[in-house]
């Protein structure tokens, strides 16, 4: 018993002596963990500091609420994989009164059109028109975004189109080769949101016409009517009267003089009107074409004679 509990004693001391020596260093172990957590800490922040922030662009959004304003299009591209109907109509002119019932009754100019975007800021479509039985394909692309910030203060859009004239040759048409049949329009639209309700566009354009009327003198001589380039300048506003009602106006001004027919320059106004899916446009002007090198080249419509007529543009989109 007594070497038993010596034993005991032994053991209690060792373990006695083993706790002395871990309270003894406990306050020096901890000030170096403290120690080494402060250095690990000061050093995270200054790698946080030194890392570079990476700032995503903000654009503006919805500067005008779909492809067209009234005769021109517009600066915006839909997103990727947005699919886009478009029906475009126009009346013959007014000056006769109720006689065609203020050209309702008269003449008309459609166009369906159907576009898709394959790609960010890509737009590539289709279309045709009764006017010369043409139809064209066209594409538009964003070269620039305004953004939010103001570091881009302009969007800026390039739009072209080909059209193709597919009437059957005869007497009348001027086709000798299939070359004669294409017309071609090149467009660069810049545009500003100045607020949620104003927006504005302008546009300098060029058109070209692989093959032109002319006409022969008493000598036997050929003379053009049109030069095969023209060139012109066109400018756009829209003012938001309501989330979902804007009044929309549009001038077109031709800049080549011709040697003869000169085109008129066109003046528009109308209201547009926006549903989910949906944008619609109606309006008076003085472009009867659909086709805009067309416009920009035959316009004979004199708004100072009152040669106006009804428009309207139907945009239906749907994405995938």
Known sequence: MKKQNKYKLAITGLAGACLMAALCCSP???????????DTSAKAKDTAAEAPVIKKKSYTKNTFEGNYLIDNETVMVPIKGTSEFDI???????????TDLFGIFGGATMRLGFS????????????????RMQVDWNAKYALLKQTKNGSMPVS????????????KKDATTLFITTSDRFSYFNQILIARKFSEDLSVQVGPSWSHFNNLQG?????????????????????????????????I????????????????PNISFGLEMKSSGHD????????????PQNNNLYNQNDFT????????????LWNF
């Not at 619609?280 to 086709?291: A, D, K, Q, R």
């Open 28 to 38: 020096a172990q901890l000030k170096a963990q403290a120690k080494t957590a402060k």
């Open 88 to 98: 475009q109509h126009r009346f013959g002119t007014m000056e006769h009164h109720f």
């Open 116 to 131: 898709y975007t394959p790609l960010n800021n890509l737009q590539v479509g289709f279309g045709a028109t009764n006017e």
């Open 156 to 167: 800026v859009t390039y739009y072209g189109d080909a059209a193709m004239d597919t009437r």
């Open 215 to 247: 006409y022969t003198d008493n000598e036997g001589v050929v003379h053009p009517i049109w030069n095969n380039d023209s060139f012109s300048f066109s400018a756009s506003g829209r003012y938001k009267i309501s989330p979902k009602t804007a009044i």
């Open 249 to 264: 106006a549009n001038y077109d001004q031709p800049l080549t003089q011709h040697p003869a027919d000169n085109p008129h």
């Open 280 to 291: 619609f446009e109606v309006f008076c002007g003085n472009y009867s074409s659909l086709i």
């Open 305 to 316: 004679k009152g040669q106006f007529l009804i428009g309207f543009n139907i945009s239906r």
